[in-house]
């Protein structure tokens, strides 16, 4: 007799595992691709700043009362004279966002020239100031010779001098067309806030309404026909108010309120 074996055919291996590592993969790669684009629009996006107008940088460079260092804590001027009412006192100021740091040397320039004062003007990484997460000290070691620093900001410059202040030595803050978004209210700095008029960024109402996280006698100022970009010399800035102040006008201002806070 013939034994008859039956044997069953070989199954072959499913393809859906495969499939399936496929379309995760394919997922995947998507997923970091359109991530990679996001991340590249934005460094894109913060490396093209509001650039300083050339005219006002020349100014102060040409300013023989005025020295010019351009360092790794960012751009320091000095008086070239000794003396002045705000002599050995110092301000680091964080620009706003996406704005060149050369934009704030004009307007700054005044109090170094007719009070004596020192000033820093940062340059955070990819024009942004929460890219920096340096410490006061880190930048008033500068100028060693300065006694008493403050520290100040515009716009979002602001928001990060305010995060500065607390377990620093800062002697008191400068606000320009800015406001703290953490309470520094029990801090006991003088402060000094300025809005411009006609602002349709950090408006002045908008500072009005954050002026509870300040100190109780914190000096509050509004510049008749200012807008945001007046802070600085960089051209009309998007989503801004009109300006019917000039550059010159602006500065003498600027002087004349950080005269009296850093003396």
Known sequence: MTSEHSASAPRRPSRRPSRLRSRVRLVGWSALSA?????????????TPYLAERGPVIDVWANDAIAVEYLPEGILMTPTASGGDAAGTGLVFVPGARVQAHAYMHQLSGVVEQHGATVLITEPTLNLAFFDARTLDQFTSAAPEVDRWFVGGHSLGGVRACLMV????????????????????????????VAGENDALSTPAIIAENAGLLPADATFVTIEGANHASFGDYGPQSGDG????????????LTALLGDLLR
């Not at 991530?35 to 490396?47: D, E, R, Y």
């Not at 607390?166 to 806030?193: F, K, R, T």
């Open 166 to 193: 607390p377990g620093s030595e800062a002697a008191g803050l400068v606000l320009l067309g800015s406001y703290c978004a953490g309470d520094i209210s029990a801090s006991g700095l003088p402060v000094l806030s």
């Open 35 to 47: 991530l990679a684009l996001v991340v590249l629009g934005f460094v894109m996006w913060a490396s």
């Open 242 to 253: 009109p300006r019917s102040i000039s550059s010159e006008q602006m500065r003498a201002e």
